[in-house]
């Protein structure tokens, strides 16, 4: 994080999308420069580790989608720290709650979710993809309701 965008980098972080996610749609380098104020990412030694998308969607609710992780740094704390990134950034943009969606066979990701505090709010079928889709948000506002 920190770093300009380049053309390596957004390349990077589309191959990683790419390799870590079953999209329906496949990003190309473009893609992701054309949309680089969306994207957080961490480097090490000039190679995109992590990354993710992290936009606003409405006044109140930001997204994050796609966390990808290189799969030689996974279960190091890489995921959780491009969450943490993306919701700072949501907080800074005056998010109220942060949603994202996963596959429902995307274990990982689910656990990784939940660990961070989200929870299921809804469920749906993509036909595109043939999966069922979770949705998941977490409550970021300042005097949210403690519902434990």
Do not use: P
């Not at 929870?119 to 043939?130: A, M, P, T």
């Amino acid at each position: 994080m920190g770093r300009e965008m380049t053309i390596s980098i957004a390349s990077q972080i589309a191959d990683l999308l790419n390799r870590s996610n079953n999209l329906v749609v496949k990003y190309n380098s473009r893609q992701i420069l054309n949309s680089k104020e969306d994207y957080i990412f961490n480097l090490v030694d000039d190679e995109v580790i992590a990354c993710a998308k992290c936009k606003k969607v409405q006044w109140y609710q930001w997204e994050i989608s796609h966390v990808s992780v290189k799969e030689s740094e996974l279960k190091k704390g890489y995921g959780k720290n491009i969450i943490r990134e993306c919701e700072l950034r949501a907080v800074r943009g005056s998010a109220k709650i942060i949603q994202c969606t996963i596959r429902n066979d995307n274990f990982a990701s689910i656990q990784l979710f939940k660990s961070m505090g989200y929870e299921q709010v809804n469920i749906f079928f993509y036909e595109k993809s043939g999966n069922y889709v979770y949705v998941y948000q977490k409550c970021v506002s300042k005097g949210q309701i403690n519902r434990t």
